[in-house]
């Protein structure tokens, strides 16, 4: 059973920034071959909103509209741990931040993590 950590969120003024982590683990012999971690936002009353993605093989990375230009998503294989580094952040920004995993082509993230708050003052 693979499991998902988030950590890394917080409390930031507007302007501020923040990094996520999210670590897989598991079975001794994980390997995040074939897999997207994706993370996604949540506020009250409201879906999971995909934030960003990335191929774990390639990393090959996705962002959402509203987020290019001020935050990066990357992976350290080694580690098997995703980073979402948020820059410029604003209050719409704020939520619960969840990290997703998927099988390439499959149609819905099966693994979360347990997600992590990061608010945004103004």
Known sequence: QVQLVES???????????????????????????YVMGWFRQIPGKERDIVAAITWDEGITY??????????ISRDSAKKTTYLQMYRLKPEDTGVYFCALKMRGANSYDVWGQGTQVTVSS
């Open 63 to 72: 962002l959402t509209d509203s987020v290019k230009g001020r935050f990066t």
């Open 8 to 34: 890394g969120g917080g409390l930031v003024q507007a302007g501020g920034s923040l990094r996520l982590s999210c670590t897989a683990s598991g079975r001794s012999t994980l390997t995040m071959t074939n």
